[in-house]
């Protein structure tokens, strides 16, 4: 089968497209034939390679997977549409827990045939083409779970750090759902209107604005209810100082950096709760789907490649020229 492999950390030139053999089938595991598999930051930061964090070569990334079962088990058929939800856990409350695709023992999407675990197979919703049911598994997943632990309520308003990404766009297209008021910030001016169409009441292009005072500026000096941070270290303290008393700052990511120096008097004077969010639950997952059909919600797709282009894939999602989700075309 046609894979993407990586040997070794590094930049994207170490993404090897090639012939490997298929694992052979294992018990309680299911057989997916991938056609698409959306590109994320996750797959850069394991590319890279983390401190801590350990994973074997030859490995394969991809975590947002869409296919279709190779093989029947349970009430799931041969030839099936499935999304692979992409946390493997174990404990109560969890202790263990690990990515597919990620700094996990189970290689990704980034090959023609997978094997996962059973109990990670959900069924496609028919209302999504293969390329946007891929695209909801981690960005939209998280931003869902991001949305609900900000308890935020309808009318509400909302700071969504970059728009253009995967994240960004997702909690702006399920906020605006939702009936909150959103805020974003952008890199760039060519990425305002983009940002607007989504939902967002209030773009705020950080290249040529400060981020502080123009949040400040446009909630009367109130604050925000809830910021959606996913992007590190670098936003952290903006993000405290514009949230009105009592706000909260929801965290997923650290793109930026994991470690922030924040300002310890804004955020005890705030009353500020700083709320940790990881991938939605499987059950989430589920629900988010039905949530986007009620509601008409389809993802933000930005650009499909073909699995032998994925340097160009990755390149792009380094520089940060996308706008949406980018997405691997893996087979047909």
Not at 162 to 175: E, K, P, T
Not at 178 to 199: C, D, H, P, Y
Not at 209 to 222: E, G, R
Not at 292 to 321: C, W, Y
Request: include cysteine.
């Amino acid at each position: 089968m046609k894979a993407v492999v990586i040997r070794k950390h590094g930049g994207p030139e170490v993404l090897s497209y090639e012939e490997i053999e298929e694992s052979q089938p294992t018990k309680d595991h299911a057989i997916v034939k991938v056609s698409h598999c959306a590109v994320n930051h996750l797959d850069i930061w394991v590319r890279n390679g983390l401190p801590g964090k350990q994973v074997s070569f030859p490995h394969i990334l991809g975590c947002d997977i869409c296919g279709t079962l190779v093989h029947g088990f349970g009430n799931f058929k041969k030839g099936e549409k499935v999304v692979v939800y992409p946390a493997v856990e174990s404990g109560v409350p969890r202790v263990s827990f690990s990515i597919i695709g990620g700094f996990s023992k189970y290689c990704g999407g980034y090959a023609e045939i997978i094997q996962v675990p059973q109990k990670n197979i959900v069924k496609k919703p028919d209302w999504f083409t293969d390329a946007e049911a891929c695209a909801l598994n981690v960005s939209y997943l998280t931003a869902w779970n991001m949305l609900e632990r900000s308890k935020c309520k309808k009318g509400d308003t909302i700071l969504v750090w970059g728009a253009n990404s995967g994240v960004g766009s997702a909690a702006i297209l399920l906020a605006k759902a939702k009936g909150f008021k959103i805020i974003t910030v952008v890199s760039s001016e060519s990425k305002t209107g983009s940002a607007k169409k989504l939902g967002a009441e209030f773009v705020i292009d950080r290249s040529k604005l400060d981020v502080t005072s123009q949040v400040l500026k446009y909630t009367n000096h109130v604050g925000v209810d809830a910021v959606i941070d996913h992007v590190g270290a670098k936003t952290w303290p903006v993000s405290i100082e514009v949230l009105k008393v009592g706000g909260r700052m929801v965290v997923c990511g650290t793109t930026t950096g994991a470690d922030a120096n924040i300002n310890i008097r804004t955020f005890y004077s705030k009353e500020a709760n700083i709320i940790g969010a990881y991938l939605g639950s499987k059950s989430q997952l589920i629900a988010l789907h039905k949530f986007m059909k009620l509601k008409k919600i389809k993802p933000i797709i930005d650009s499909v490649f073909d699995l032998r282009d994925t340097q160009l894939a990755h390149k792009k999602m380094e520089n940060g020229s996308q706008f949406g989700k980018i997405i691997l075309k893996v087979s047909s």
